[in-house]
């Protein structure tokens, strides 16, 4: 069955853009989650949403939002962005229940020059 | 929230020599999940503990969960070069209204393998 898919799988973009990330998950996983890996940060949460409804949210700062649609798909869009913001931006998608793992999606390789 | 701390944060060893990882919480788990991330890649699920003293095994990697699962670790009996990558053991926050949560990443335990 297909994975978990992310487009596009890298992006050049400028200070002061914004960028939209986009995450397709497997067929049935309802539950999809965000994840900005940097080498310094490591893998850091950034929000899960379940049934077109945010769930929950790390600790980054309002220029990341996100939304999921009635077919689980997920977009995440990053405004104003910093140099920082420079990372691999990975989605994970999960049945709801005990004993399910995460699948993750190649990621997104975001650089902002 | 949940925190593990996992050791040891590097581990280099010679293809075919053992390697453990371990990972500690200061509070009960109510499971464990592993995560293994190969350099260039994404983490992948290699497997969920739930039961206290639970031993899992595949292939040459063993997982075992702490009788009062606080801890766990993963045991890979005579690495291969395939086995290099980054081990992860992050606990679920859980989130509300029946969603799955989400992994708290740590470090991790980076394992180079050398031929």
């Known amino acids: 069955k297909a994975g978990v898919t992310q487009t596009p799988r890298y992006l050049i973009k400028t200070r002061g853009q914004q960028v939209t990330l986009s995450c397709s998950p497997i067929?049935?996983?309802?539950?999809v989650s965000w994840y900005q890996q940097t080498p310094g940060q490591g893998l850091q949460f950034l929000f899960e949403?379940?049934?077109?409804?945010?769930?929950n949210k790390g600790n980054f700062p309002g220029r990341f939002s996100g939304r999921q649609f009635s077919n689980s798909r997920s977009e995440m869009n990053v405004s104003t962005l910093e140099l920082g913001d420079s990372a691999l931006y990975l989605c994970?998608?999960?049945?709801?229940?005990?004993?399910?793992?995460?699948?993750f999606g190649s990621g997104t390789r975001l650089t902002v020059v | 929230g949940q925190q593990v701390m996992q050791i040891p944060q590097y581990q280099h060893v010679q293809e075919g020599e053992d390697f453990t990882t371990y990972c500690n919480s200061s509070t009960t788990l109510s499971n464990i999940q592993w995560y293994k991330q190969r350099p260039g890649g994404h983490p992948v699920f290699l497997i969920q503990l739930v039961k206290s003293g639970e031993v899992k095994k595949q292939k040459r990697l063993t997982f075992q969960f702490g009788e009062a699962k606080k801890n766990s670790s993963l045991h890979i009996t005579a690495t291969q070069t395939t086995d290099v990558g980054t081990y992860f053991c992050p606990p679920i926050s859980p989130s509300y209204g029946g969603s799955q949560g989400n992994l708290i990443f740590g470090k991790g335990t980076k394992l180079s393998v050398k031929p």
């Open positions: 994970a998608s999960s049945l709801v229940g005990a004993g399910y793992g995460y699948t």
């Open positions: 067929s049935g996983h309802r539950s």
């Open positions: 949403y379940f049934s077109e409804t945010q769930r």
